[in-house]
Each structure stands twice: as structure tokens, then as C-alpha cells.
């Protein structure tokens, strides 16, 4: 007999609010470009310009010199942007250089938290997923919050004792934890294969994007 796997509920980070409906938002159109997110149908497919642009426009001057890569799936839109890296004098170790990026980003997280809360809440309210941050910064990238967000599936005897000696064996602290784990292997050993699939799914969508409309 199937048992279906509760995973917990979604944790929403602490910089903005809980997650809205994620199916509300964002407008679909022919003229931008479509860019498949593991996890999401040919129908979920997310526009990112619209997002980069709207994100680019709302925040103030002076939180990101320039935003790099946004990131959206059915829960959350994921923004990263550049900050300038601090000054290390030319000698200096690389144990410094690594000590002044912290402390850069460790300011910019601080000084910008007021800013990017509330582009968040309009965001959310606009295209009803959660926002999350990160900033790239000397050529290192750093992701503040990330949404963990449920899933349900079904796994026989078999699947389910993988999960359990991954939990006995303490390389996970629940079947849910050890789940997560699987998932992050396949993508490490896998990301050749994955990359060649999203590729694939994304050509689709645009095939049938580029046919007769079936709205009318």
C-alpha cells in the first residue's frame, strides 16, 4: 500500500511575509523570453523580464548596483544583485579579502533590510509568490532566504527504507531532510542530464507558443 510522505509546511524567512496563492500573477506574453525552472509543467512556465524589469524599476538607488538573475517557480521569485566589492590592500591575505566580502554583504543585508521588505510585500501582492534575496559581491554569491516549500509524494517499502538509512545512518534528520538530500545528489551527479532536459522543455514551449492561438 502507497503512504503518502507529509513534508512540513513552507517557512517563510523572516524579511518578508508568508506566501500568497503562487497560481495568481504573472502575465504570459509571446514577445519575452520563457525560462523553465525545474519542478514547473509546460503550463508554468514564469516570464523573467517582466520581473527583472518591475524589480529594477522598485528598488531605491543605492541597494544594488545592478540586479544579475532573477529566479521564479511556482513559490517564490529569487533576486540576486551586484554590490561593489570592498578595497584589500594588494597584499593582503586571501583570509582578509574573505573577511572584508562578509562584512560588506553583512553591512548590505542590514542597511538594505527596510527597502527590500517593502518591494517584497508589493511583489508578493503582485505576482502572488514569495521574495527571497541574495547579493553577489567580489565575485562570490550569497542567498539570505529561500523558501522550503511542502511537497507530497507516495513512496513503496523500498524508497521509503533509502530515506530511513539515510536518517539511521545521519545523513539526514528526517525522511523529509533526507528527501531533500536525494534530490540535491541527483542534481550534483545529474546536472549535465537536467540542463539537456530543460533545454528540451523550454524548445517546446516555445513551439507551441509560436502556434495558432487557442484562446478564441
Not at 545521519?170 to 549535465?192: F, I, K, N, P
Request: proline residues 5%; charged residues 35%.
Amino acid at each position: 500500500m502507497d503512504v503518502l510522505m507529509p513534508v512540513p509546511m513552507a517557512r517563510a524567512a523572516h524579511e518578508s511575509e508568508p506566501i500568497r496563492a503562487p497560481w495568481r500573477g504573472l502575465r504570459r506574453s509571446r514577445a519575452v523570453a520563457l525560462e523553465f525552472r525545474p519542478g514547473l509543467s509546460n503550463a508554468d512556465y514564469m516570464i523573467t523580464d517582466e520581473l527583472r524589469g518591475w524589480f529594477g524599476g522598485r528598488l531605491p538607488e543605492g541597494v544594488y548596483d545592478e540586479i544579475v538573475d532573477v529566479t521564479v517557480d511556482r513559490d517564490e521569485i529569487t533576486v540576486v544583485g551586484r554590490i561593489k566589492a570592498p578595497k584589500v590592500a594588494k597584499d593582503g591575505s586571501d583570509e582578509e579579502r574573505a573577511a572584508a566580502i562578509d562584512g560588506r554583504i553583512s553591512e548590505f543585508r542590514e542597511r538594505t533590510r527596510g527597502d527590500r521588505m517593502a518591494a517584497a510585500r508589493e511583489a508578493e501582492h503582485r505576482f502572488g509568490r514569495k521574495v527571497s534575496w541574495g547579493v553577489e559581491c567580489g565575485g562570490e554569491q550569497r542567498i539570505f532566504t529561500n523558501v522550503s516549500a511542502p511537497v507530497m509524494t507516495r513512496l513503496r517499502q523500498p524508497e521509503r527504507a533509502v530515506l530511513d538509512l539515510l536518517v539511521s545512518g545521519g545523513a539526514a534528520r528526517s525522511r523529509s531532510d533526507a528527501l531533500a538530500w536525494c534530490v540535491r545528489l541527483v542534481r550534483q551527479h545529474a546536472g549535465d542530464w537536467l540542463e539537456d532536459l530543460k533545454d528540451s522543455l523550454v524548445e517546446v514551449e516555445r513551439v507551441r507558443a509560436s502556434g495558432p492561438d487557442q484562446t478564441s
